[in-house]
């Protein structure tokens, strides 16, 4: 398997597996060749299965490179419909965060901080509206319980009780 080692002052060895498969190793200053061949031998199932996901991921058209206009689109958009929805869904919610932004975030759809406020990746424009509303009301049920409990996903499926298959749609 061919990595990348990135040494840093941390602690521990990790690993990551980019979109489009690139393996990433981030070891401490320090850390001999052979720790980190052995590192990449006990994890080389999780690795292996974690490179095809990527390397499917990067074959989604949700994953595709976006050219700037493109971009500067979908953060438009985004900018005019999340507000809309998350004002929708925080009426029948009777949960109202203390703001909502939109973000350039890659890895994550959606986030609730700690004082309640939402923010959104505007890539979540590419996908459907279903999806939208399923990280829309996530969100907002964070704003009730900041953890992904029984009573979190109760809470959700009361609003989107189809919400299983609407999460699915941010996975294809």
């Known amino acids: 398997m061919e990595y990348k080692i990135i040494f840093s002052s941390r602690k521990t060895l990790c690993a990551e597996v980019k979109i489009g498969g690139e393996v990433l190793i981030r070891a401490p200053f320090g850390t001999s060749k052979s720790q980190i061949e052995n590192f990449i031998k006990n ?58 932004k939109i973000s350039s975030a890659t890895k994550k759809f959606g986030s609730c901080s700690g004082k309640n406020s939402l923010n959104f990746s505007y890539r979540l424009m590419m996908y459907p509206p279903e999806a939208i509303d399923y990280v829309v009301v ?12 029984k009573d979190f996903y109760n809470l959700i499926a009361q609003f989107l009780p189809d919400f299983r298959e609407r999460e699915a749609l941010l996975r294809q």
Do not use: G
């Open 138 to 149: 996530h969100e907002l049920a964070h704003i009730k319980f900041h953890n992904h409990s």
């Open 43 to 100: 994890n080389s199932a999780w690795l292996s299965s974690a490179q095809s996901k990527q390397i499917a991921r990067a074959k989604n058209k949700y994953h595709k490179s976006l050219s700037e206009d493109e971009i500067q689109k979908l953060k438009a958009a985004a900018k005019e419909h999340i507000p809309y929805r998350v004002k929708y869904f925080s009426e029948k919610m009777c949960l109202i965060p203390t703001a909502v």
